[in-house]
């Protein structure tokens, strides 16, 4: 065992030392065996949610009634779930009843692909009852069981057979695929933050050109929202695509190349947050000056800087590389004159006593925005006696 696992061992001892089974379970097994960076470490049990409860000093019920338990140990979470086997997914959100058991093949009976129902016990042994380890170096996304028996029971495990395929760059056996093909009708009945959740993990795949393969054989997107209803965008999705570090960066992306579809109905039909409709705002913004003016301080200063890797990213995807050689956004940044306005050697007080006969008005905000942009571009020096100098030649419209 090593790293995150090492912590999260105690977890799974103080479970067994009061008599029940717990193991390391789904995508922490998988990405151990794949050396790959360890996500969120999920543990599966016997003992009942209320069990867990009692057993850990810092709890959150999450999910009491699915059996899910997030456990604070050591400041790290774990999330504890009690073996189950599921009902019917009939609002296509969660099973309409759970059924807790007490043997952990059950549980791993219900998962969704072979490579995501490996278990692992505390001293690293693997418990693999449907081939996940031999998948996982064949490289496939295969469902446990009938692919159109599981997909029929919760479709969103069409969209994350894709998810896995961009983030792991596996290929989709040929019966899976088949199934996909076959029951793909059914994601329409998906809540729409479901399918958004895991096409964000989606567009940060690694290997996304393989996901959007997948995407564009089985015609998904089809069902997608805003995408369903402008099929074409398939087309506009750059040969080139990287991994990208958020939904906005995807709509972004596709409001610069299809101005038509605003980035407010691609945030509203996809449920995002105000966050990213914000995020996706920078970005498209900063794309539209790249594109008239290239990448000068202006642009370095209005971003702001958590968008830095995003903005680079999409440049690199949009233009061609020879018109855009390596960007250092961070780099530029250092290079500032300026920061903020409030770093500006000039303020509203000071242009108000500069123009004593003029009211006060939305024309100080003008002129000092007009100032900033002057220092920020290098134009001017950021001195008291220059700016003001250069205001009394410049003098601010009125009104
Ligand atoms: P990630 O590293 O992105 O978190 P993950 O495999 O852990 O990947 P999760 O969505 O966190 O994926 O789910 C945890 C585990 O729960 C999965 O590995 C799988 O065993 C099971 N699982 C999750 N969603 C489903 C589903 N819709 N149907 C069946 N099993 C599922
Ligand atoms: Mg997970």
């Known amino acids: 065992l090593k790293g995150p696992f090492l912590d ?58 699915h059996g899910t338990v997030i456990v604070r140990y050591n400041k790290e979470s774990y999330e504890v779930t009690t073996f189950r086997v599921e009902g019917e997914y009939s609002d296509h959100r969660h099973p309409d009843q759970v059924e807790f058991i007490d043997q952990l093949d059950k549980d791993l009976e219900r998962r969704d692909f072979t ?33 159109v028996e599981r997909f029929t029971e919760d479709p969103l495990r069409v969209i994350r057979a894709l998810r896995f395929s961009s983030q792991l760059g596996f290929s989709i056996e040929d019966e899976t695929l088949a199934a996909i093909h076959q029951v793909k009708d059914q994601i329409d009945n998906l809540a729409v933050e479901r399918i958004t959740n895991e096409m964000t993990k989606f567009l940060s795949g690694n290997h996304v050109r393989v996901g959007l393969d997948y995407l564009n054989e089985t015609k998904i997107y089809n069902y997608l929202p805003v995408w369903s209803k402008h099929p074409e965008i398939i087309d506009i999705i750059p040969r080139n695509l990287q991994p990208l570090g958020s939904l906005a960066e995807f709509f972004a992306l596709l409001h610069f190349k299809m101005p038509s579809i605003s980035i407010q109905t691609w945030t509203k039909e996809w449920k995002c947050s105000n966050k990213e409709r914000t995020e996706a705002q920078h970005l498209i913004t900063a794309l539209a000056y790249f594109q008239d003016n290239g990448l000068d301080p202006w642009l370095v200063y209005q971003l702001p800087n958590h968008f830095y890797g995003g903005f ?3 440049v690199h995807t949009i233009f061609t590389p020879s018109s855009v050689s390596q960007i250092d956004m961070e780099n530029l940044d250092s290079k500032l004159p300026i920061h903020s306005r ?25 002129a000092l925005s007009r100032l900033e942009k002057e220092v920020v571009l290098g134009h001017l020096e950021n001195d008291q006696i220059i700016l003001k100098e250069w205001i009394k030649w410049n003098p601010p419209e009125i009104n």
């Open 8 to 65: 999260a061992r105690d977890v799974i001892e103080i479970i067994e030392s009061n008599g029940h089974q717990a193991y390391f379970v789904g995508g922490c097994v998988r990405d151990l065996l794949l050396d790959r960076p360890i996500g969120d470490i999920d543990i599966t049990t016997s003992a009942p949610p209320n069990t867990v409860m009692n057993l850990f000093k810092e709890v959150i019920p999450v999910g009491i009634e």
């Open 115 to 147: 490579i995501n129902a490996l278990a692992m016990d505390k001293d690293g042994k693997i418990t693999d009852l449907f081939h996940g380890v031999e998948d996982l170096q064949k490289k496939v996304i295969r469902t446990v069981g009938s692919g």
């Open 312 to 314: 680079t990213r999409l």
């Open 342 to 366: 409030k770093e500006l050697e000039i303020d509203g007080n000071i242009l108000i006593e500069l123009f004593p006969n003029v009211k006060k008005g939305p024309w100080i905000q003008k």
